[in-house]
T-cell receptor
């Protein structure tokens, strides 16, 4: 099956700093990637849809200036949490659509645990 | 808006037994896809099984099968001969044909007891 990687797998940072998370599709091209946030023992919440070569589409309530998304190539999307604060601590998961497997199926990265001190 | 409901927050079953996880959804559309994803303690989301709404035949993947009742908007997952490695959170998910966004249920935490 399609493989999606994320880097880093976990990160600890100080309040006020910025953190960049990378999402890569390893064996397929992904024109569309998605960023989710998951709180402990909860479901995944879609933050934004990332389209290669264009601006991301953010879900209602998600601050686009705080969560910067860049999808510069067909295999890489990045999420930058700017001026991070403790309330940004969470598990962030990306997914990518592999159109060769069908336009509906998303494959998920292993997630990134962010802790802001 | 589409919604997905998983009414069983937690379930447990003895190893080798069969367990069924429930999922209902609400939509006024006719063309869509349904999924079951597994999230083990590693937190990697894994696609378990996929069902196209236009197909009447229930999807099957080895020990995993679904009971898709379109009229009732029900999409349950049956795990046969359960194994310890099946211990995980299971999420039911929905996507409209032609849409991009997955809608997830709240999840069912399944524990397989040795």
């Amino acid at each position: 099956g399609a493989v999606v990687s994320q880097h880093p797998s976990w990160v600890i940072c100080k309040s006020g700093t910025s953190v960049k998370i990378e999402c890569r599709s390893l064996d397929f091209q992904a024109t569309t990637m998605f960023w989710y946030r998951q709180f402990p023992k909860q479901s995944l919440m879609l933050m934004a849809t990332s389209n290669e070569g264009s601006k991301a589409t953010y879900e209602q309530g998600v601050e686009k200036d705080k969560f910067l998304i860049n999808h510069a190539s067909l295999t890489l999307s990045t999420l930058t949490v700017t001026s991070a604060h403790p309330e940004d601590s969470s598990f962030y998961i990306c997914s990518a659509r592999d159109w060769a497997q069908g336009p509906d199926t998303q494959y998920f990265g292993p997630g990134t645990r962010l802790t802001v001190l | 808006a589409q919604t997905v409901t998983q009414s069983q927050p937690e379930m447990s079953v003895q190893e080798a037994e069969t367990v069924t996880l429930s999922c209902t959804y609400d939509t006024s559309e006719n063309n869509y896809y349904l999924f079951w994803y597994k999230q083990p303690p590693s937190r990697q989301m894994i696609l378990v099984i996929r069902q196209e709404a236009y197909k009447q035949q229930n999807a099957t993947e080895n020990r995993f099968s679904v009971n898709f009742q379109k009229a009732a908007k029900s999409f349950s997952l049956k795990i046969s001969d359960s194994q310890l490695g099946d211990t995980a959170m299971y999420f039911c998910a929905f996507i409209l044909f032609g849409n991009e966004k997955l809608t997830f249920g709240t999840g069912t935490r399944l524990t397989i007891i040795p």
